[in-house]
């Protein structure tokens, strides 16, 4: 039996995947950060792109600024008594960074200079306020100076400037000398890691990190850089335990508690699911409006099936923040509830929402899930409209390639197929099978377009060819799941339906046979190949527990009834005509629910009676 | 606004008050508007320098500002007059500042709001005048020795522990607040400014509400007092403790210890997240200071292990190799994130910083044990050469006499 259940895919709870940020410099006063690719994607074996970035300079809060400034204040208010006094001047410059004031600071750092000329800190003082007031040229030329002079500080600064360019090169150059003036310093191997993990080396990250670890076990950075490269080198069992030491010395950080709750996943243990979701649950009590927290809570907690819990989560967050993936989010637990009608309801108020403050790809996500829970709750109409009234307002292309876009593409020719109106379905199936659209896209139009060469317009040459196609994207996948067995399952049938039994039985061997819809229809299909087989117990007893094993009616009863086809015809062949006639008249009635791949089995059935 | 203020000063200057105290300036305002100098935003006190004929020394005379209004007037006053208190308390300890004469009134006439001319009562009180200020030590650390920086820190540790030893904690120190003194001939360091500090024995004057904001100065102010809760009694001692920490660490150092620390991104988000929850412990009106203490002591449990405090002897530092490790345990010791893992031994402190004076001391004597034997090597290795220049020249006129 074709396999149309592996057709519908799973909402997933819109998550924001932010870049996962790590410190390129030594001094976290102003932070020089770059952006790695996040979790997940490390994972999957994205590597990370090394570009120009900019300072990202964080002095104290205001409020601390104003509590700072008057000790400043009273420090310039001795300027007098101690002005020529190079330290003085170099204590009063950096408390003027920390107060946000600048240009104090540059003021007074370039009167130390000229005090001290000679004096290596002071030079190096004047460079850092340089660099803060965003003058990198000025701070590289002073630290470039300091740094050939055998200054490590200077040097590790010449480090982070490079990286900050783009030029990995030339940083590794100036690490290179780092590590020849000390080769024991922890700032050294910090660099080191953070360095081959931008350049995608997380081998030798790893090694750099532990070797810093060990003079500084309490940075959190490091245990959290130490586990973004366990994730590149695909480790993930290693980069949640660096993750677990990072959580544990800061349980307030959304970043390692995001990494966390991503590798936590990735995981599936379910201890280590249910600590991280603890942790998550412990930080939003302090941090209530974290959205990425949020996300990551509701989502662990809707994967562990525990739903109520995951909407008390997103309703609280939905009384503070206006956003979309919030609300998409409840639309999925919505769908989960089986209320597919406030699932509709929130999806179009999350697209609203975004639409609102033009996030486009919360507008695509939102979208996909509200055309799938229209074509799901039989709303097949307003499914087609949303999804052809989207289509044709973005650029079709980017939509076919792309997560979760193409699934607007996919509820579109499936809908069309609902409304009866296959030529526009098969016209758009086949011109988009052509364009380089995303694999489970090209898979559900090639399932679509079997569907109907084997069940509409029957064509079994047609409906195999589409098999082939489908069965050849999903094995050119890395990983085989559910699909692959789907479409395996409907490559086996279309041969069976032409009759090349040998073929179709070779390649049933491969096929995973179990409980739910999907591993259902398998044993229905080697049911139906052991009828033409001519093994009809057989057949009939493989038919008997697919129908045992499906969860859904609507497969119960179309197994029953291509049963009732297959010994129909086959009893009708030996010229049994009583035994074939009840069962044809059982194949030629319209069953309930949702008939319509049966509907020319159905008319078959009623013609070969009314012959009898 | 600052009317009365000027008010007083026209009065009292060259003016002779009580006539005993002449000479009489102010220091701590400007004169003519009556505003706080150097950014003393949070004063609330006018001071003047003024000659006792009494005593034929130099006095301190501090006022009540006669312009706090308001809902805070009546409370400060109280603290104002607590802090004659504790200087009543003081009295005869050496290393403790003196009160000269208690709480006494002057009366001026100021104009009220309808422009009536009023009498007002100023309450004032004298303290002995000190003026060895030891700021230079820290704004210009690099030009003193480092034993001589260590034995003015004992110093302060010893005047720091003799408020304590008379329950008395400062809560406002800072090295303005330390001033040198000579007493018998010896050179003290003497606490001044108790005008945050707190009698221990006494009962609590004000409630939580009234510290809501930070109190001392925040260079030298440990976390849970960064965070607002510097009016719990059990946290004022370690309050002075850090402050110590810091100040130890800015002897030898050009960069604040706070200015460091905040350096540190666990120390920032330690921070961020500690004073949020003291902020969300508030706004659900849980003042009660057993529970703020017991929920401040989970928290910083919990956050405290990512801090790391920054080292006495980094770049730049004046800080002798020989008791680098000493003073950088001694400073953790002091400064830890966990107040109750702050080092309140005397003696054990003192130990520490005798150690570290022990290992300075033995290093420069090495040093000049060095050079001495260099020295010593040197003028020998010269007698040689000229010995052998001396031999070589016997030679020459004895083969030429040959």
Known sequence: ?612 | MLENTRTLIRALQNATLDERYSNIEVVNRDPSSGSPRDGDRGSFSVIFRAFDSATRQHVAIKFFDPSQQGFGANYRMTLFSREVDILQRLRGKRRCLQLVQPLSEMAISVHDSQENVVKVACGYFVMEWLDGSIEAYFVNHQAYDALVKLALFRSMVLGVFALHREDIAHRDLKYDNLMQARRQDDELVVPIDLGTAIDLTSEPIGGAQDYAQPVGARLFAPIEAQCGLAHLRELSVYADIYALGCMLHDLFNTDFYFVRLLEDPGFQRCFAACNRRVAQLRSDGDVDEGRLLNHWNELIQLTGNQVTLPSIATEGTSVPNAARDQLDRLTHRLTSVRYLNRLRDLNAILRMVASASRAIANQLADQRHRAVRLAHRQRREQRRIENLARLEHVQQEALSDA
């Open chain 1, 1 to 612: 039996m074709l396999s149309t259940s592996s057709n519908v895919t799973r909402e997933q709870m819109a998550v924001c995947d932010e870049d996962a940020k790590v410190e390129v410099g030594v001094e976290t006063y102003a932070t020089s950060e770059v952006a790695l690719p996040p979790v997940p994607k490390l994972l999957q074996g994205e590597r990370p792109v090394a570009k120009p970035q900019s300072v990202h300079v964080s002095y104290a809060d205001e409020s601390m600024q104003d509590a700072l400034s008057p000790e400043l204040d009273r420090l310039l208010s001795k300027r007098n008594e101690f002005g020529s006094s190079p330290t003085y001047l170099a204590q009063a410059s950096s408390l003027a960074v920390l107060c946000g004031r600048l240009d104090d600071a540059h003021r007074l750092a370039e009167d130390a200079r000229k005090e001290a000329p000679e004096d290596d800190d002071v030079a190096y003082r004047y460079a850092r306020v340089a660099f803060y007031r965003g003058d990198r040229e000025a701070a590289a030329t002073v630290w470039r100076q300091l740094a050939d002079g055998g200054d490590l500080r200077s040097s590790l600064r010449m480090v982070e400037l490079c990286v900050l360019d783009g030029d990995l090169e030339q940083a590794d150059t100036w690490l290179r000398r780092a590590m020849e003036l000390d080769g024991l310093d922890w700032r050294v191997h910090m660099l080191a890691g953070t360095l081959a993990l931008i350049a995608g080396r997380g081998a030798k990250s790893i090694h750099h990190h532990r070797l810093a670890l060990a003079e500084r076990p309490r940075s959190v950075r490091l245990h959290y850089t130490l586990a973004l490269a366990h994730a590149l080198t695909g480790h993930v069992a290693n980069a949640l335990r660096a993750i677990r030491v990072a959580v544990g010395l800061d349980p307030f950080w959304n970043v390692t508690l995001v990494a966390w709750a991503d590798l936590c996943r990735e995981d599936g243990a379910p201890r280590g699911v249910a600590a991280a979701s603890r942790a998550l649950a412990r930080f939003l009590e302090l941090y209530p409006d974290d959205k990425a927290v949020i996300e990551r809570h509701a989502r662990l907690l809707y994967e562990q099936g525990n739903f109520r819990a995951a909407r008390r989560v997103l309703s609280e967050a939905r009384r503070r923040l206006q956003d979309a993936a919030i609300v998409n989010n409840l639309g999925i637990l919505a769908v989960r509830s089986n209320n597919r009608r406030l699932a509709v309801q929130e999806f179009n108020h999350a697209r609203q929402i975004a639409d609102s403050q033009h996030d486009h790809e919360m507008v695509e996500v939102a979208t996909a899930n509200l055309v799938r829970a229209l074509f799901q709750s039989d709303a097949v109409d307003r499914a087609a409209a949303t999804s052809s009234e989207y289509l044709s307002a973005v650029t079709e292309q980017s939509l076919l390639t792309a997560d979760p876009g193409y699934h607007i593409a996919d509820v579109l020719v499936r809908s069309y197929v609902r409304q009866h109106r296959l030529s526009d379905a098969i016209s758009l199936a086949q011109r988009w099978m052509k364009r380089e659209a995303h694999p489970e896209l090209r898979t559900s139009l090639a399932e679509a377009l079997v569907c109907y060469f084997s069940l509409v317009d029957v064509q079994p040459e047609q409906a195999h060819e589409f098999a082939l196609v489908a069965h050849e994207v999903q094995s050119s996948l890395p990983t085989r799941g559910a699909r692959w067995n789907g479409t395996l399952n409907n490559l086996v049938f279309t041969l069976i339906e032409l009759e090349r039994l040998d073929e179709a039985e070779s390649l049933a061997g491969q096929l995973r046979a179990g409980p739910g819809d999907a591993g259902a229809v398998v044993y229905a299909t080697r049911g139906l190949l052991a009828i033409r087989r001519g093994r009809v117990e057989k057949g009939k007893a493989l038919y008997e527990r697919g129908i045992s094993l499906a969860v859904s009616k609507d497969i119960k009863s179309r197994m029953r009834q291509k049963l009732s086809w297959e010994l129909g015809t086959y009893w009708a062949d030996r010229g049994i005509l009583g035994k074939a006639r009840r069962l044809l008249e059982r194949a030629s009635v319209p069953i309930k629910g949702d008939d319509w791949p049966m509907r020319d089995i159905q008319r078959r059935a009623s013609e070969l009676l009314s012959q009898l």
